[in-house]
């Protein structure tokens, strides 16, 4: 499979029967022994722990085929751990485009922000969940979401159910990632080592400290939002001014 980042990327963590933790397959028994199942409720098959072999490496297997959603369940999944360890998260460089120029309009520098609460919660029409952190400001608590993007892309309709209750949301760019990773070690790239650094605690706390800006971005956020119109409406009202004035000089100058 060319696509390094699609549906039968190994999955490395299962979810535990007994405790219903997440468990990496290196700390569960072989086999069907294992007792764990795929980490997305919606998938729930039971998975086979691979984790006996030299040459390929360890990793779960479901039972009865792939699932689709299992990586983002996951990799969610591990991005909530990490952030409610570290109890901070870093937000984008925050920009609009201004018009007339298109060029970016800078609003906020890149910061990492403490966060007062981190849960997950579901996406409508999405089939893995997003996780919302609140941040205390100055007027009170703002809620944004962080949504990690794999193997699925946030679609419009995603971002408009999500912005209903959000003051931003920001796409957590692991495609991205895994691509950038890809291009780093050349055509003789090795993908079950890609497999195990994307699913590793380690990159999640790169990704969410700030480590790697570029592949943290803004779907939507309502501050720039609100900026961009009014850039916009003052634009518009300055041309039409200054059609008026023209008009007016073009009058006061009479024919030619």
């Not at 984790?51 to 990793?59: F, L």
């Not at 969940?129 to 995603?158: D, N």
Request: a neutral charge; proline letters at 5%; aromatic letters at 6%.
């Amino acid at each position: 499979m060319s696509d390094v980042w699609g549906e039968s990327l190994p999955i490395l963590y299962g979810r535990s029967t007994a405790t219903g933790e997440l468990v990496h397959v290196d700390d569960a028994p072989n086999g069907k022994a294992c007792g764990c199942v795929c980490p997305d409720p919606g998938c729930e098959q039971p998975l086979i722990a691979r984790n006996n072999g030299k040459k390929r490496i360890h990793h779960f297997a479901h039972i009865g085929g792939t699932c689709a959603w299992s990586a983002e369940y996951l990799l969610t999944e591990l991005a909530l751990e990490v952030i409610s360890e570290r109890g901070r998260i870093w937000f984008p460089g925050l920009s609009y485009e201004a018009p007339g120029t298109h060029l970016p309009e800078m609003i906020a520098k890149g910061m990492e922000l403490p966060v007062s609460c981190a849960e997950k919660i579901e996406v409508k029409g999405r089939k893995a969940p997003a996780i919302a952190v609140e941040i205390r400001t100055s007027r009170g608590c703002a809620r944004y979401v962080f949504v990690p993007e794999l193997v699925h892309a946030l679609g419009g309709e995603q971002i408009a159910s999500l912005r209903e209750e959000c003051r931003g949301i920001v796409r957590i760019d692991l495609r991205g990632l895994m691509r950038e990773m890809k291009t780093l070690e050349g055509k003789h790239y090795d993908r079950e080592e890609l497999a195990v650094r994307i699913q590793s605690k380690k990159t999640m706390k790169d990704l969410l400290s700030g480590k790697c800006q570029r592949h943290l971005d803004w779907v939507w956020n309502a501050k720039a939002e609100e900026l961009s119109d009014q850039a916009r409406r003052a634009y518009i009202e300055r041309k039409e001014e200054e059609r008026r004035k023209a008009e007016e000089e073009r009058e006061r100058k009479g024919p030619p």
